[in-house]
């Protein structure tokens, strides 16, 4: 996104303006000591863009402004917006001024709502209604649209965060624009598209109520065995008063038949045929008589193999003596008969040998016959023990309402006809979704190697300023959105880079390789433009306010002023710095950085609010 920003307005209620002038494709420093107003500069643009937390002090600043103003160009238009100061309370203003041909005016006035203006703004971002949060969190929801202000996240560098360690962005301290980074970061470098998202959206869809299908025909299931359980009791009860015939058959038929004597009082005759139960019965003693004796035949098998054993120990003696009979006496009649003995040894250990399948086979016969017979005794459970006549109409009608309470109670019904043909459709969906999706996990790989390869750059300009991590190579942390280095010709990365002068290079080549990847996958969400909040903080002294390393300070501005040139000259494309700095003008005018333009310096009286824009003095 072409992006850079003309002017910053400040209309003072005693009815003075003090404006702030900026150049595209330059290096815009603002320079001057402390408590000078400098860093206030950001927290303007961040107000003018929606803030509901603005970083502007009432004392000084909010208490001498009456209305705060940006001039920008964006995609090739101009555009102005002013907003109302902060009240006295520290409520943020709905007042805004709006100019779409860029017109600054003399005194602004409310022109515009702000939900038309976030509107407008997010047409420019190309931020529409598809561009959505594709997964929640604690404090944002899924498929939410994306604010534009979470994009701001690539532009601004606090004095705070451009030298920390640990967190290399803004504001990452606030729930909100932590999770909005990791739900943004990889539409913004372009591994996924908005097509991407929009899929990876259903797809969450799709799969949570695949898993909701999946976990209620689990329920159903569970459901179904407890109905069943407890329907056989209920048509167990209606069999022993005469309700239903007494030879059961299928559990749906039966359930069939309650049904119709609860519903439709069916009347049933009971069968006279209870034969069936005599034979069940039958078969079961057979089975338990069965099961005896074979329990028996093991018992007394397991004897005889103990007395096998005891016989086949005692003869281990023989072995010896037949190997080593020549030591006791070489005579072949000792001979034959230690031989005979030998072979009645190796008589008993094939015997022994032969026997063990007979037991396995005794152990698979009784589980059969236990399998049968646990068989039988259900069915069995089935036929009324005992057969009591109703003594009239009342107590049958009581017995039926008993059961048609039941009978509603432990009966489920199944919303979905067909669960496994709706798992079936769901999972096919889900497939054909991921195939349109890609592989994103090459992309995301060949996305993340370009990064690392653009930071690369710009940590080899950083050079021996980098100190005793110079030839480092880049290897940057996408889980948790941090630049490491990694020692060359090696695996191992460094988790603790020294000092802050060495985290100032890292941010700083990670910014920069961020945004060269932003204009080389024309990404349309993030500007163009980088604010960087006393990048010479590391090698500023405050109690003598001078710069310890010249060397280092230049080198940063160095590396900036070329990526103007870079972006300008070999990607045909332009940016913007706006820097706040302590530092003197000739620390570039010396080295004949041509690309860095200083807008003011605040020394002396000159400052973000003079005194003749305060109202109290």
């Known amino acids: 996104m072409k992006f850079h920003f003309n002017e910053i307005s400040l209309w003072m209620k005693n009815g003075n303006i003090r404006k702030l002038k900026f150049k595209p494709n330059k290096v815009n420093v603002i320079t001057g000591g402390s408590t000078t107003g400098k860093t206030v500069i950001w927290g303007i643009i961040d107000y003018c863009f929606f803030s509901s937390d603005p970083r502007i002090p009432e004392k000084i600043i909010n208490e001498n402004v009456d ?17 109302k100061s902060i009240a006295d309370d520290g409520t943020t203003s709905g007042e805004y001024y709006f100019s779409g041909s860029g017109d600054i ?101 799709l799969t949570t109520e695949l898993r909701r299908i999946e976990k209620k025909i689990i329920a159903y299931d569970k459901e179904t065995r407890l109905f069943e359980e407890n329907m056989q009791r209920v048509i167990k009860k209606a069999r022993e008063h005469g309700l239903l015939s007494d030879i059961p058959s299928d559990f749906d038929s039966e359930l069939r038949q309650l049904k119709e004597v ?3 009082q069916t009347k049933i005759l009971p069968s006279t045929q209870i034969n069936e139960y005599d034979q ?14 074979l329990r028996r035949f093991e018992r007394e098998y397991n004897n005889y193999k103990e007395v096998l054993e005891l016989n086949h120990d005692s003869l281990r ?45 005794v152990k698979n016969k009784i589980a059969e016959l236990n399998s049968e017979l646990k068989t039988i005794e259900t069915e069995m459970n ?64 060949a996305v993340l190697r370009l990064l690392e390869e653009l930071i690369q750059k710009y940590l080899d300009q950083a050079g ?12 940057f942390d996408h889980k948790d959105k941090i630049l490491k280095l990694q020692e060359p010709h090696s695996t191992k990365v460094e988790r603790v880079v020294g000092s802050s002068s060495n985290h100032l290079f890292l941010h700083l080549s990670l910014f920069l390789g961020l945004h060269e990847l932003f204009i080389r996958q024309e990404i349309p969400y993030i500007p ?86 305060k109202i109290i003095k």
């Open 528 to 613: 163009s433009f980088l604010f960087l909040d006393q990048p010479s903080r590391p090698y500023y002294d405050n109690s003598k306010e001078k710069i310890n390393d010249r060397f280092k300070i230049t080198t940063a501005f160095t590396i900036m002023n070329n990526f103007i040139a870079h972006v300008h000259n070999e990607l045909h494309s332009e940016f913007q710095f706006i820097v706040v700095e302590h530092i003197p003008k000739e620390i570039w005018e010396e080295n004949n950085l041509l690309n860095i333009h200083l807008v003011e310096e605040f020394v002396g009286e000159n400052k973000l609010i003079r005194e003749e824009d």
């Open 67 to 83: 209305w705060y103003g940006i001039n920008f160009c964006i995609n090739d238009k101009t555009f102005t917006i002013c907003r």
């Open 382 to 445: 089935k036929y009324p023990q005992k057969i009591e006549a109703l003594s009239g109409d009342q107590e049958k009608y009581v017995l039926i309402g008993e059961i048609k309470t039941k009978l509603e109670f432990y009966e489920k019904k199944w919303e979905d006809e067909n669960p496994d043909a709706s798992v079936k459709s769901l999972k096919k969906d889900i497939a054909e979704l991921e195939r349109k999706l890609g592989n994103r996990v090459e992309k995301k790989a």
């Open 262 to 264: 609860v519903y439709e």
């Open 464 to 475: 021996t300023a980098l100190e005793n991590y110079n030839g480092y190579r880049a290897a």
């Open 280 to 293: 069940l019965e039958k078969r079961y003693w057979e089975l338990s008589k069965q099961i005896k004796k």
């Open 105 to 205: 005016p003399e005194k602004p006035e409310k022109s515009i709502n702000e939900d038309d203006l976030k509107d407008l703004i997010d047409e420019e971002f190309d931020v529409h209604d598809k561009v959505v949060i594709p997964y929640g969190g604690k404090t944002i929801k899924q498929g939410t649209k994306i604010s534009v202000r979470y994009f701001l996240l690539f532009n601004s560098q606090n004095e705070n965060t451009i030298v920390n360690s640990e967190t290399f962005f803004d504001k990452q301290t606030e729930s909100r624009y932590k999770e909005a980074l990791d739900r943004i970061f990889d539409l913004s470098i372009g591994i996924d598209t908005v097509e991407g998202t929009l899929i990876k959206e259903q797809i969450n869809k």
């Open 317 to 361: 003696p023989i072995n010896y003596i037949h190997n080593n009979y020549s030591e006791i006496i070489d005579v072949p009649l000792v001979l034959e008969f230690i031989g005979q003995l030998k072979s009645e040894l190796t008589s008993i250990k094939q015997t022994i040998t032969k026997r063990t399948p007979v037991r396995i086979s």
